[in-house]
């Protein structure tokens, strides 16, 4: 699969690092200060610095591949990115943290080809950690290699998830933990950034990550990641992540298998709108 070049001569990770890191040096500068704060719907919040942010990466993608499609959660979230090459980008993921001052949030930029991730990127300006990976040449947190976890029992494990903003989805989950999951599983952390929970995974800091409905900005750097750490992404019924997949599971392959069991006929296998 080739990767393309941008006009400049930088390498498609180097766009997307440069763009990635230019967002969060944005949204680390209005951290403190005042934002404009509106919701599109109950709980799912979006800030002026997610917009300004996302035009800035788009700008700079632009410029670099003037012919690929952009995918952007605030201003282009119904192109679909299944076709030719297409960026993804969530300016600010985890907004409802950011727009509080909870200092866990990052920005998310990937390339894909006809739907398949070549290169993610996920950027946490707060901690200045780069998660990166180019199909076929390993994950990497600040260069150095990443890899999921070794755990080989849900009971040992730290499971990271989120809620959907569904109110049907987030009690399939919550059902989903207590009785198919809960006692016998080590703890669990709601983290507020699906994007980041999927790079912990990635990075072996948790042991899983699962969330019952996410969009491609979502999982666009995460997809990528945790294939190149060494791990398996699904979706809540075990078919290989892409970027439309209707929920996902990230985490080792045994982990993975034993979560699968262990929620085989759960209602959280059901999509909910
Ligand atoms: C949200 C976060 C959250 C997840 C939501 C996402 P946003 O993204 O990733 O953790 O549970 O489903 O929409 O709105 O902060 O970019
Ligand atoms: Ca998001
Ligand atoms: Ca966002």
Same mark, same amino acid.
């Given at each position: 699969m080739s990767i393309p070049i941008g006009n400049s001569g930088k390498t498609t990770l180097e766009v997307a690092r440069e763009a990635a890191k230019l967002a969060g040096k944005l949204a680390k500068e209005r951290f403190e200060g005042e934002k404009g704060i509106r919701f599109k719907r109950p709980g @799912? %919040?979006?800030t002026d610095v997610d917009t300004e942010a996302e035009a800035l990466i788009f700008a700079l993608i632009q410029q670099e591949f003037p012919d690929h499609t952009l995918v952007g959660e605030e201003s282009a979230s119904d192109v679909r990115a299944d076709e030719g090459y297409a960026w993804i %980008? @969530?300016?600010? @993921?985890?907004?409802?943290? =950011? !727009? %509080?001052? #909870?200092?866990? =949030? !990052?920005t998310v930029v990937g390339l894909a080809l006809d739907g398949e991730v070549l290169v993610g990127v996920n950027y946490d300006p707060e901690r200045d950690d780069?998660?990166?990976?180019?199909r076929g040449g390993g994950a990497y947190l600040n260069g150095k290699p990443i890899h999921v976890s070794k755990k080989t029992e849900i009971k040992d494990c730290i499971i990271g998830f989120d809620l959907p903003y569904s109110d049907v989805g987030a009690r399939y989950e919550l059902d989903m933990l207590a009785q198919a999951v809960w006692p016998n599983m080590g703890t669990v952390r709601s983290i507020g950034s699906s994007a980041l929970g999927i790079s912990y995974a990635a990075a072996g800091k948790t042991d899983m990550y699962f969330q019952h409905? #996410? !969009?491609?900005? @979502?999982?666009?750097?995460?997809? #990528? #990641?945790?294939?190149?750490?060494?791990?398996v992404i699904t979706d809540r019924n075990g078919n290989r992540a892409t970027l439309y997949s209707d929920?996902?599971?990230? !985490?080792?392959p045994s982990l993975h298998e034993e979560f699968l069991r262990l929620t085989e006929g759960a209602d959280w296998r059901l999509p909910a709108m």
């Open positions: @799912d %919040v979006v %980008v @969530d300016p600010v @993921d985890g907004t409802r943290n =950011y !727009s %509080v001052g #909870l200092p866990i =949030y !990052s780069l998660f990166e990976a180019q409905r #996410l !969009s491609p900005w @979502d999982m666009v750097a995460g997809i #990528l #990641l945790v294939e190149e750490a060494g791990g929920g996902i599971i990230a !985490s080792n």
